[in-house]
């Protein structure tokens, strides 16, 4: 079985979240949302694993404190969208209300075309230089002269997350021509049969994490064999076949349901 560790999300966040996601898909994004009550914050993915047991015992000897967190950013890779979290500056700013202007001030900042270039790419002339009216990184940075990895040298001038607005585009002097080709070519991709944001009721849900989890388990695992030719195209029909046997039609059955109430709405 797929083990992770996560911290569940408090039934406010979690609202605030599926909120985000209703704005996205008015707005045209379309994609495949993740429920409600599926929605937690990963700490620790651990893969494939024989049995739980050990695991939870390791868990039950941790004592865990309540975190405050508050939504702080959003952003996307390619054509997945992640939002951030960060402890809730709600506390300092009551403690001390004469600088919560400041505070928000400085906030704000981070969402400005300035703010978002310096903490992206740091300081003009020393990390980054303007191509074609576009901020990009200097060689000090993707190759710098002690062995720095990009991500630990571009730290050396810029925060660490970006701040509040992150630009993956800064990113990209890091990687190869074909695979920002590949990005292209996904993003074209044709979003009219990508499911809304739907919700499955909770018997519904264990029963598709239950079922789906070795499905994409198998997928997973197979994929990548037909794209390298570990394994041959022939195979194909098998490879579909096999996923019936692991009850697709079930995971379909679910999320058709999940469907007809969104349209009933």
């Known amino acids: 079985m797929r083990l992770f560790i996560a911290i569940p ?10 909120g985000l996601q209703r704005r996205m898909f008015d707005a045209g994004a379309r ?69 919560l202007e400041a ?50 040298a571009r730290e050396l001038w810029t925060e660490k997350n970006g701040g509040q607005w992150y630009r993956w585009e800064c990113e ?25 944001n739907t919700s499955l009721t909770t018997e519904e849900g264990n029963e598709y994490s239950a079922l789906y989890g070795d499905i994409q388990t198998f997928v997973q695992e197979s994929i990548p064999a037909f794209i390298t030719g570990a394994k041959s195209l022939d195979d194909w029909d098998s490879f579909v076949a096999q996923i019936k046997t692991l009850n697709i039609d079930r995971c379909i059955e679910l999320q058709q349901a999940a469907l007809d109430r969104y349209f009933a709405r």
């Open 9 to 18: 999300l408090s039934p406010a966040l979690r609202e605030e979240l599926t």
């Open 31 to 99: 994609g495949s949302f993740t429920p409600k009550e599926n929605l937690h914050l990963t700490l620790a993915f651990l893969g494939e694993r024989p049995q739980s047991d050990p695991v939870l015992e390791a868990l039950e000897r941790v004592t865990f404190t309540p975190v405050p967190l508050t939504l702080a950013g959003v952003g996307c890779f390619g054509d997945l969208w992640w939002a951030g979290v960060s402890d809730s500056p709600a506390p300092a700013a009551a403690a001390n209300p004469a600088r």
């Open 103 to 152: 505070a928000v001030r400085w906030m704000d900042y981070h969402y400005t075309d300035e703010g978002s270039t310096l903490l992206m790419y740091g300081i003009e002339g020393e990390s980054f230089e303007y191509v074609n009216g576009e901020p990009q990184f200097l060689p000090i940075v993707y190759q710098h002269p002690d062995g720095l990895a990009f991500g630990d």
């Open 172 to 196: 990209n002097i890091a990687f190869p021509a074909r695979v920002l080709e590949s990005y292209d070519i996904w993003n074209r991709a044709d979003g009219a049969w990508v499911l809304p």
